[in-house]
């Protein structure tokens, strides 16, 4: 009995990560999260600042070494031409380890370092280093065969285990994300009304919003958003998604609300907490949670409209006429 | 019917890719596969301990607490002279960026924060003492002290931390 149970735990387990699909999606997510990443540098320049030596330390080993402060920029400078690489799907696994290195360094460096966007995106780096990230979407897959390309911009397909461990991040990060959630002072919205009255007064928000509105407006809209109980049931709201959407971005009868009710929660986070890299990272990897037999064809038309001329099929399971899905 | 050898193993599957007809399912390697499980056990087991233990112990790093918590610290480092003369300190003039520094109030990096400020401020070669008082409350509860209060925390047992 228990090793029937066993066989199929291992069947399923096998067919999971095994199923093919197209990589169509995969490439357009990596270009989308070099975008993050490219922030990202940016962000990381600005607080990551415990890599250079000198003032308290909390290493995680002691054999991690710190660097000046002139070496500390160039650690970021580098990352330039690895993300651009990434992005346009040269070298990808080169480029995805030589980021991994980089940040990794940047990100282990000091405990005091330590956020949780970088961590997200150190993960997604693992997985496209071992990912078939350069199959579409990338300058290889333009290239014509002669010429030692591809000749398939929009990819192959190939077992859909990496797409699949992004989104299992993804769904761990919703879920444990959403579980810290659960406790008093944040369901009453007090964290999130003290997050909106520091936005609203202080900063690019308050900056633009003093552009657009009277003085008599921002002070009544920070009066009304720096009170809890108006802002709790957006904060019970944003704690009940995080606890659904592992699951529901899952299921296909419920994705397309799921998606709607991602995107509105990650645009509300970029503007109310001006958290925009994560955002983009996270709704980039909405794009492998579609149907990626579906997700194809639709790149296809787009394709084949922009182009003016149909795009040739390369493998049996993606011909439209004959599609053999798996 | 005995197993095959993992040479034998990787000659049949040789043999299966080459006789495989184009676009049949690729098989992914055992080692694929546990590098996958490897991954996913620990994508699901780092984030426990930021639940087990509460915010005075760890600041939950990896366990992906965002913005979910009130965590807030009364926290003051002084210099005490042999006279018992005490001059407060600004512990933040040390840290790189100043807003980093309350991540440090939890009790499993204090020892390493007291650790490196002995070693940056150096009061014993001035012939002084460093004292501390470290309060923090979880959620608006009431404050806990983290460290015991006037003794030396860079001569005392875990440099003053309390472990409850």
Known sequence: ?326 | MTKPTGASERQADHVTRQERPPGAPRRLSRTTHQAIALFVLVQLCLPLRGFVLDLHQTRGDFSWNMYSHRYQCRARYAERDSTGKVERIDYREHFQRRSRAPMVFHRDALPAFHASLCSVVAPAERGRELIASVRCSINNGPRQPLVAEGVDICSAPRYAVLER
């Open chain 1, 1 to 326: 009995m228990s090793e029937g149970w066993t066989a199929q735990a291992r069947t399923r387990w096998c067919r999971f990560w095994e199923t093919p699909g197209p990589t169509a999606g995969l490439g357009l997510f990596r270009v989308l999260f070099c975008v993050a990443l490219l922030r990202e540098v940016e962000t990381s320049l600005l607080k990551s600042r415990f890599a250079i030596e000198g003032g308290i330390h909390l290493p995680y080993v002691d054999w991690i070494p710190l660097v000046s402060a002139e070496l500390y920029f160039l650690l970021h400078l580098l990352q330039v031409p690895l993300v651009l690489l990434l992005g346009l799907g040269l070298a990808t696994r080169a480029a995805s380890v030589g980021l991994l290195a980089l940040q990794g360094y940047l990100f282990f460096a000091d405990h005091l370092n330590f956020r949780n966007h970088p961590y997200f995106f150190l993960m997604v780096l693992l997985v496209l280093a071992a990912a078939p990230a350069g199959d579409a979407f990338s300058v290889r897959a333009l290239l014509p065969v002669r010429l030692g390309g591809r000749g398939r911009f929009l990819g192959t397909v190939q077992p859909l285990a990496a797409q699949r461990l992004i989104l299992v991040v993804v769904s761990l990060v919703y879920l444990f994300a959403g579980l810290h959630k659960l406790n008093d002072t944040f369901l009453s919205g007090e964290l999130l009304a003290r997050q909106f009255e520091a936005r609203l007064t202080r900063g690019d928000l308050a900056s633009t919003l003093e552009r657009v509105l009277s003085p008599e407006r921002i002070e009544s809209l920070v009066a009304f958003a720096s009170h809890p109980p108006h802002v709790a049931p957006l904060a019970v709201g944003s704690a009940a998604l995080e606890l659904i959407l592992p699951f529901a971005l899952w299921i296909p009868r419920f994705r397309p609300v799921a998606v709607a009710a991602g995107v509105c929660f990650h645009v509300g986070i970029g503007m109310t907490m001006g958290i925009w890299n994560f955002s983009i990272a996270m709704l980039g990897t909405y794009l492998l949670f579609a149907d990626p037999w579906r997700l194809e064809s639709r790149m296809r038309l787009v394709l084949q409209r922009a182009v003016g001329e149909p795009i040739p099929v390369v493998d049996p399971r993606l011909d439209p006429a004959e599609p053999i899905r798996p």
